[in-house]
Every structure is written in C-alpha cells, then in structure tokens.
C-alpha cells in the first residue's frame, strides 16, 4: 500500500474509534506519546493520551445511541516519509469537530501524534 492508503485506514480506525468508543483501536490509532488539545474550552483543554483514553472508555458511545455518522476525510498532506497531516470531520452528540491530526511513521506503522482541533456546537 502507498503512504495515502496507510493513512486513510489509519483515520477511517480512528473514526470507528471515536463512535464506538473501541480501546483496541485506540491504542492501534494513537502514538502513546500523542497529544489532545482545544483551544474552544476555558483554559485550553491539554491532554496525554493516557488522560484522553480514559475519557473515551467512560463515554458512552454515538453508536450505543445511533447517532449517524458523519465522518469525512477533508485532506491529507504528506510532509515526507514518516510525516503527514490530516484534516477530518465528524460529530459526537451536539457537537460537530474539524480535526487537525498530526501522523508519524514509525516502525513502518502510521500514527495520530497530535489531535488538535476546533468544536462547533449544532
């Protein structure tokens, strides 16, 4: 598979991740040392990955509530080999993101390194 492919169902994971709350995919997704932030709440909000994990195990899931999905793929921008950035959509509950994801090979293997993004309330 090239560089783009990898990427893409690396970010199709991550969406699954997101709507059914999977930690299996979670840890297939992210880079342990991987960042969460927003600048929307007050202070910004900062996460390490193990905070954010645990956020994400006690959520209940869009799916649980069949919420329909909404995820899309705006862009994927290689900065070379082992580095490259995505821009995603999707929604949780009343709330839509654009995420900027920051990817990084690493033993041949794509990971989020960076989820930084904006909340757009419905």
């Not at 956020?55 to 209940?60: F, P, V």
């Amino acid at each position: 598979m090239d560089a783009f492919s990898d990427i893409t169902t690396v970010l199709n994971r991550y969406f699954d991740t997101l709507y059914y709350c999977d930690l299996d995919k979670f840890d297939k997704v992210f880079h342990e040392r991987a960042i969460y932030i927003t600048a929307d709440e007050s202070p910004t909000l900062c996460y390490e990955m193990g905070e954010y994990r645990k956020i994400i195990a006690q959520r209940e899931s869009p799916a649980s509530r069949q919420e329909p999905r909404k995820d899309c793929i705006d862009g994927i921008e290689l900065a070379g080999e082992n580095t490259a950035r995505a821009r995603v959509r999707c929604a949780i509950g009343s709330r839509n993101f654009v995420d900027f994801l920051t990817l990084i090979r690493e033993g041949g293997q794509w990971k989020i390194i960076a989820k930084v993004f904006q909340i757009i309330e419905k």
